[in-house]
């Protein structure tokens, strides 16, 4: 009995996680033991609990097997002193998820490679952080900061993980850094130099943040797996969503030493359109995509999911954020696109 924990969070969370449920809910229709858990995380948990993540939620997801996570986030929010999105950063801290995988793949134009971005350290953890108000130059001012700050194990787990992903693609690593600056890419680069001696049949290549991000644009096909730090991640991997149509399209998986993993689109809350059915569940349903390979080692399964995602899209049906892309003939719903996709993975 596998144990998924659902938590669809905010915004558009809920309409889109009500798609993946549906595709949960018919392969256990078609025989495959799965108990699905549901809870809150985010913004709905600050309103019910007066946390974004509560302890006993923390619980749940521990002796879970899967999360699959929505979105968090709003402008509802916008004022109170715990944000939603503190969340999710717990969420990925107690689960030590330090490793979050993002395909960026596209069969319409031949582009299929993997952003590997570290979760655990960087700036986003790094502490001295703050906002206070000093004297400078004699006058009052607002003043803030915050640590870069990796660890040699930190950067040594992500960049083992990438080499052996690596082994079972095109053999070809790309780390991205700014070594050239930062004291932290520094050591990122050595390390990733040394752990490459034991991968002798794999390719490194560096490059620096800035110029990463003109070629992963320009010259996609050059990349296979891609490596860089926390925030480096978060912002090339939304940045890559313009080579897949829509941020809406990106799906992503946190993994950690153990078995629990998180799956979740990489696309905000999009608070401006939840509740008017027109949001992409693409994100998620790829998501799901990587749970049936990952977690349920079945790759027959995982093909099955997404050449139905994807022959919706190759009869001309998107959601509206798609419009442009590609030459779509029809605007779909959320709940239209989600209900076709799940026809095609029960019978076609």
Not at 54 to 67: V, Y
Not at 100 to 109: E, G, M, Q, T, Y
Request: charged share 20%; with cysteine.
């Amino acid at each position: 009995m596998i144990n998924i924990l659902i938590l669809p969070g905010d915004g558009i969370g809920p309409e889109i996680m009500k798609q993946a449920v549906k595709i949960i809910k018919t392969c256990i229709y078609l025989g495959y033991k799965i108990n699905i858990l549901y809870n809150y995380i985010g913004g709905i948990s600050l309103d019910k609990n007066r946390q974004p993540l509560t302890e006993n939620t923390i619980k749940i997801c521990l002796n879970s097997d899967a999360i699959i996570l929505g979105c968090v986030g709003g402008y509802k929010w916008n004022n109170s002193p715990l944000k939603p999105e503190l969340g999710l950063l717990m969420l990925r801290k107690k689960l030590n998820l330090f490793a979050n995988i993002r395909p960026i793949k596209c069969p319409f134009k031949n582009i299929d490679f993997l952003i590997i971005r570290e979760l655990n350290g960087g700036i986003y953890y790094g502490k001295p952080k703050g906002i206070s108000k000093q004297l400078i130059n004699n006058v009052p001012t607002w003043y803030s900061y915050d640590t870069e700050i990796y660890n040699e194990q930190e950067i040594i787990r992500i960049v083992k993980l990438s080499f052996n992903l690596s082994l079972n693609r095109k053999k070809k690593i790309t780390s991205i850094d700014k070594s050239n600056v930062l004291i932290s890419s520094k050591l990122w680069r050595k390390i990733v130099n040394y752990i490459s001696n034991f991968y002798q049949n794999i390719k490194v290549n560096h490059l620096y943040i800035d110029y990463a991000t003109i070629e992963l644009i320009k010259n996609y096909n050059n990349f296979d797996v891609v490596i860089t730090s926390n925030i480096f991640g978060d912002i090339i991997s939304d940045q890559c969503s313009l080579l897949t149509g829509s941020l809406g399209m990106l799906p992503s998986v946190s993994i950690n030493n153990k078995s629990t993993c998180l799956f979740e689109p990489c696309h905000g809350s999009a608070p401006d359109i939840a509740g008017k059915n027109i949001a992409n569940p693409i994100g998620i349903l790829l998501s799901l995509v990587m749970l049936f390979e990952y977690l349920l080692n079945n790759k027959i399964l995982s093909n099955k999911l997404f050449y139905s995602i994807y022959k919706i899209l190759s009869f001309g049906f998107c959601t509206i954020d798609m419009k442009n892309f590609f030459k779509f003939k029809k605007i779909i719903s959320t709940e239209e696109f989600g209900d076709l996709v799940n026809y095609y993975f029960l019978y076609d």
